[in-house]
């Protein structure tokens, strides 16, 4: 390791370097983080106590709410440490250990979105034939696949990353270890790497887009065959939500990753990377929950029940 790198050790810059911000910051990302874990945490748990969300649908959700509790968990605390330092120290080994979760757990919801347009397309295509297809063993070894997809390419990712020789600045500017930021640093070529880091991205990211919009179209066109008015509208309304969480997690990703390492902007992408692992992982259980009767009626439920 020693003849590899002489780099034990790097300096991330955070946000802002201005005092004024950092307060207002601080406070900022603690309310988005306590959102973030009681909305997830509280999704987990009203799926846990209420056997109506028993379900392929609420086992996929509670997945997913539990990657966004994780990878927003990995990321939060060095984003706080960077507003009460001026420059946050973390140790080589404790930068790439960042990256793996946040990769790997970015990655395994990445598959979980797609998991759930498969199931959602079982739901609303075939409706009668939904319990014998999306089985409990079918989401168990989708959930299983996800996630082993998703730490394979976490370490993939990390090792490309960690591969390259960092004899020069150790300062990331940015407020985690993101791959971009990190690569920056190399003072090796990095040609190779760069093709690794889109190839790989590309393939899950586009993989799972695939699966997601045959799926959709699968759903529409048996939304299209329906004559009854409510069943267009409840067929509908059971995509809304997954949609929602679809086009703002995807519109992010393929902004910060599939693009060359000469073509990032570190103001921007630290900007796209607040939105991804802090604001998305608040977001999607608001959206699941604003929109879902079932949610809101099994948090009623268990609320009535605590009085």
């Not at 093709?195 to 887009?209: D, M």
């Amino acid at each position: 390791m020693e003849n590899r790198t002489e780099v034990t050790e790097f300096l991330l810059l955070g946000l802002t370097d201005d005092p004024r911000l950092q307060l207002p910051l601080f406070m900022t990302f603690l309310l988005v983080y306590t959102i973030t874990v009681l909305g997830n945490l509280g999704m987990i748990l009203l799926i846990l106590l209420d056997a109506r969300l028993h379900t392929p649908m609420y086992f996929f959700l509670g997945n997913l709410s539990l990657v966004d509790f994780c990878y927003s968990s990995a990321v939060t605390p060095t984003a706080w440490a960077s507003f009460k330092v001026a420059d946050e120290v973390i140790s080589y080994n404790a930068c790439a250990t960042q990256m793996f979760f946040v990769t790997g757990f970015a990655t395994v919801e990445n598959y979980l979105l797609a998991s759930m347009a498969y199931d959602r397309c079982a739901a609303v295509c075939k409706p009668l034939h939904y319990p014998t297809t999306v089985t409990a063993g079918v989401c168990a070894g989708l959930v299983i696949g996800c996630y082993a997809c998703g730490f394979l390419s976490a370490s993939i990712y990390t090792g490309n990353t960690f591969s390259l020789l960092f004899c020069n600045s150790n300062v990331v500017h940015h407020f985690f270890c993101d791959i971009p930021a990190v690569m920056a640093l190399s003072c090796s070529k990095r040609h190779v790497n760069d093709l690794v880091l889109i190839y790989v991205a590309t393939f899950n990211i586009f993989f799972a887009l695939v699966v997601i919009l045959i799926s959709y179209v699968l759903i529409f066109i048996s939304i299209l065959k329906l004559r009854s008015g409510t069943g267009y509208q409840k067929a509908l309304s059971t995509c809304a939500s997954h949609l929602t969480t679809v086009s703002i997690f995807y519109g992010t990703v393929i902004f910060m990753y599939l693009q060359p390492s000469s073509g990032h902007s570190m103001d921007t992408d630290q900007i796209a990377s607040v939105f991804y692992t802090i604001v998305i992982p608040m977001l999607n259980p608001m959206v699941y929950s604003l929109r879902n009767k079932e949610v809101k009626s099994a948090f009623t439920k268990i609320v009535l029940k605590a009085k």
